[in-house]
């Protein structure tokens, strides 16, 4: 359904050290870079297919993250989440909510980790295994 999804950043080079590091988990390679005409950078990080976007806000203001907002992250194994999630805090991120396990859901169990990255967006890992 997505075609990528951009945050953004009051500051790009830490932001790319810490998605640089937590991306990596799950396989995606250093972001590309990118100035635009204005001289906002960006940075861009493909992945099967989607991408994911951090950005200086286009309008010069601060960039602010979004109250009631997650990014969703899909991880391959209860063991790829808690990476995540460590290499997150390891790169200046901040644990949120319940630490990294199984929980219930509507359509069964899954397994979920909360971090906000350097500027406060919300990330979250999942891992549902296979029924």
Do not use: W
Request: glycine share 12%; proline share 7%; hydrophobic share 35%.
């Amino acid at each position: 359904m997505f075609s990528h999804v951009m945050v953004g950043t009051n500051d790009i080079e830490r932001s790319k050290r810490f998605y640089d590091a937590v991306l990596k988990v799950l396989g995606a390679g250093e972001a590309l870079e990118n100035t635009n005409k204005t001289g906002q950078r960006r940075l861009f990080y493909r992945h099967e297919g989607v991408t994911f976007c951090v950005s200086e806000p286009l309008d010069g203001q601060p960039a602010t993250a979004g109250n009631g907002s997650t990014i969703g992250f899909k991880c391959s194994s209860p063991e790829q989440l808690r990476e995540f999630h460590a290499v997150a805090v390891a790169h200046g991120g901040t644990a949120i909510e319940e630490p990294p396990g199984p929980r219930a859901g509507p359509s069964g169990e899954l397994y979920l980790a909360y971090v906000r990255d350097p500027d406060g967006n919300k990330l979250c890992a999942l891992h549902r295994p296979k029924a």
